[in-house]
Structure formats: C-alpha cells, structure tokens
T-cell receptor
Framework: EAEVAQSPRYKITEKSQAVAFWCDPISGHATLYWYRQILGQGPELLVQFQDESVVDDSQLPKDRFSAERLKGVDSTLKIQPAELGDSAMYLC???????????????FGPGTRLLVL | RKEVEQDPGPFNVPEGATVAFNCTYSNSASQSFFWYRQDCRKEPKLLMSVYSSGNEDGRFTAQLNRASQYISLLIRDSKLSDSATYLCVVLDSNYQLIWGAGTKLIIKP
C-alpha cells in the first residue's frame, strides 16, 4: 500500500536554530498539506498545495515558517528561527484532488515530532 | 464559537458496550464530512466518510444531520482496540478542511 513518507521522524533543536522537514506524498496525489498538532488538540493546517501552487497558507506564521513544493511532488517545511512554542508534531498529508468525493480522503505520513529546547 | 466542536472526553466505556459521540459544525454550507481515528502519538487515519444517507462499516455507524448541523459516530460491541481519539473533519464551502480537536475514547476490560 502506498504511503506518505516523512523525515526525520524526530528532531531536537535549540531555539533560534533552523529546522527542515521533508514530505513525499503518495504518487499521483496533487494536493499536499502540512499540519501542526499540539498534544491534545486536533491538527492545525499550516499550508496546502495544489501541485506546486500554494492554495492556503493563511495559518502559516510567515515570519519564521516557509514551505515549498517546487516540482509539485515532494515538499519541504522550514522553520527559522525555531521557538520553544514550535514544539509539536508536524504532519504531512496528501489527497488525490480536493473536492472530488473520495479524492478528498487525506492520507497522513507518520509525522515529525519536534522538540525545541 | 469554534467551526467544528467535539466533546474532548474522555469517554470511559466497558468492553462490549455501545458508545456514541457527536461533532457539531457551524457552516451550514459544509460539503463533506469524515471521521478519523488517531492512536496516541500516531498519525490520523481515515475511519469513514459520512454520507447524507448515513453509512455503516461493521461495528461503526456514521450519521449526518444537516438540519441540526452535526455528525455522529456510533460504535457497537466496543473492543479494547477501539481506544483512540476520534477526530471529526468537515470540508466547508470554501473547500477548506476544518478539524475538530477530537474525542478521546477509552475502552476498559
């Protein structure tokens, strides 16, 4: 069964350092999402791509976060500089195409657990 | 008011019992609805989509009530392995996916 790949699985960094997360969606999935999830809360959408274009980054703290999906396949999420409050699980998900019935189903990667010290 | 609301629980339920929980949404033009299951420190996984006519998958039944703007999830003959957090997701009229904070379910032997 095809899966969404994410790396690294765990990351410990000091505040003010830069961190980067990578995601490879399921082959053929046009839509890619980055979420942040704090323990005990639901996932919070940071950015959504349709192919290589950003369709929603309204919740992305753009002063320190950036995301790209240059070739419309894999994606990178970067934080610079990291802050203590950024400690969370960062989840990547993909779906076929948003708004197409079963294509809306999101498949998640295992996540990257970030700890900022 | 949050766009998607869920009772955080936890719901403590004995094994074999039936349990149900709801999820309310504020946007009446919302289009699609889903239940996801998330185990502790794992990623969410789709449990089932929620159709207008309601749908059933084994011990799980999902219902949509558009008039009252909520969806429900019913679990019959609950198993220990059903212990998890159940997340409600709503696709609104702007094609934005709105997630609830989840309901924690604990099945006890």
């Amino acid at each position: 069964e095809a899966e969404v790949a994410q790396s690294p699985r765990y990351k410990i960094t000091e505040k003010s350092q830069a961190v980067a997360f990578w995601c490879d969606p399921i082959s053929g999935h046009a839509t890619l999402y980055w979420y942040r999830q704090i323990l005990g809360q639901g996932p919070e959408l940071l950015v959504q791509f349709q192919d290589e274009s950003v369709v929603d980054d309204s919740q992305l703290p753009k002063d320190r976060f950036s995301a790209e999906r240059l070739k419309g396949v894999d994606s990178t999420l970067k934080i610079q500089p990291a802050e203590l409050g950024d400690s969370a699980m960062y989840l990547c998900a993909s779906s076929l195409v948003l708004g197409s019935g079963d294509g809306e189903t999101q498949y998640f990667g295992p996540g990257t657990r970030l700890l900022v010290l | 008011r949050k766009e998607v609301e869920q009772d955080p629980g936890p719901f403590n339920v004995p094994e074999g019992a039936t349990v149900a929980f709801n999820c309310t949404y504020s946007n009446s033009a919302s289009q699609s609805f889903f239940w996801y299951r998330q185990d502790c420190r794992k990623e969410p996984k789709l449990l089932m989509s929620v159709y207008s006519s309601g749908n059933e998958d084994g011990r799980f039944t999902a219902q949509l009530n558009r008039a009252s703007q909520y969806i429900s999830l019913l679990i019959r003959d609950s198993k220990l392995s059903d212990s998890a957090t159940y997340l409600c997701v709503v696709l609104d009229s702007n094609y934005q996916l709105i997630w609830g904070a989840g309901t924690k379910l604990i099945i006890k032997p």
